[in-house]
């Protein structure tokens, strides 16, 4: 599986939008880029994954680049709940071997 | 639906003692995996299983063995115990193949604390 980068802290404003880059530059066609996040302690939870196309959901919004080198997991009205290691994992489509990074820390502040 | 649970939550061994790590889920998923998460990192993955009857290693697998013998169940044993081994340990189930809008979604357990001493 290709290997993600992601910037080891951010913070945000509680209200505001929250982007979470992840640069994946050596994903290849049938890599999926997944978002996990873990709130302290507990076990990792499925946020949104994607091919190539924009997706979203209740949680989130993850924005592909048209290259798919990099995606932005947004979070439109980040709250204090929201405070969490967030994950960007590239995994082939029947690749069972899911391996985590080290994340990117999400601090909301009020 | 109880989804995927770990027990113990909380486990203190001494060095060399052995003991399970058990795991299981009502899903009907049938791959299982084990993460270990040490403090202010990420997870590793440890083994996984894509059926019963069939586990493979993963990037730490030294000091761990596992076995699937049915769908729902995938124990973590810890042979010897080493206070390296001192950690907060995940298992996870995902479907395969991939059903449902969620595809190969990883579902995970709520962690059970290790210490070695």
């Known amino acids: 599986d290709a290997k993600t980068t992601q910037p080891p802290s951010m913070d945000c404003a509680e209200g505001r939008a929250a982007n979470l880059p992840c640069n994946h530059s050596?994903?290849?066609?049938?890599?999926?880029v997944y978002w996990y996040r873990q709130i302290h302690s507990q076990g990792p939870q499925y946020i949104i994954h994607?091919?190539?196309n924009n997706e979203t959901n209740e949680m989130a919004s993850l924005i592909i680049t048209e290259d798919r080198k990099s995606s932005t997991l947004i979070l439109p009205h980040a709250t204090l709940r929201d405070t969490a290691v967030y994950y960007c994992?590239?995994?082939?489509?029947?690749?069972?071997?899911?391996?985590f990074g080290a994340g990117t820390r999400l601090t909301v502040k009020p | 639906n109880a989804g995927v649970t770990q027990t113990p939550k909380f486990q203190v061994l001494k060095t060399g003692q052995s003991m399970t790590l058990q795991c299981a889920q009502d899903?009907?998923?049938?791959?299982m995996s084990w993460y270990r998460q040490d403090p202010g990192m990420g997870l590793r993955l440890i083994h996984y299983?894509?059926?019963?009857?069939?586990?493979d290693q993963g990037e730490v697998p030294n000091g761990y063995n596992v076995s699937r013998s049915t769908t729902e169940d995938f124990p973590l044993r810890l042979l010897s115990a080493a206070p390296s081994q001192t950690s907060v340990y995940f298992c996870?189930?995902?479907?395969?193949?991939?059903?449902?809008?969620?595809?190969?979604?990883?579902?995970f357990g709520e962690g059970s604390w290790l210490t070695v001493v």
């Open positions: 996870a189930s995902s479907p395969t193949p991939p059903r449902g809008a969620r595809g190969n979604t990883i579902y």
């Open positions: 050596t994903i290849s066609g049938n890599e999926y």
């Open positions: 994607g091919l190539k």
């Open positions: 994992i590239v995994r082939g489509y029947n690749n069972n071997d899911m391996r």
């Open positions: 899903m009907n998923h049938e791959y």
């Open positions: 299983s894509v059926g019963a009857g069939i586990t």
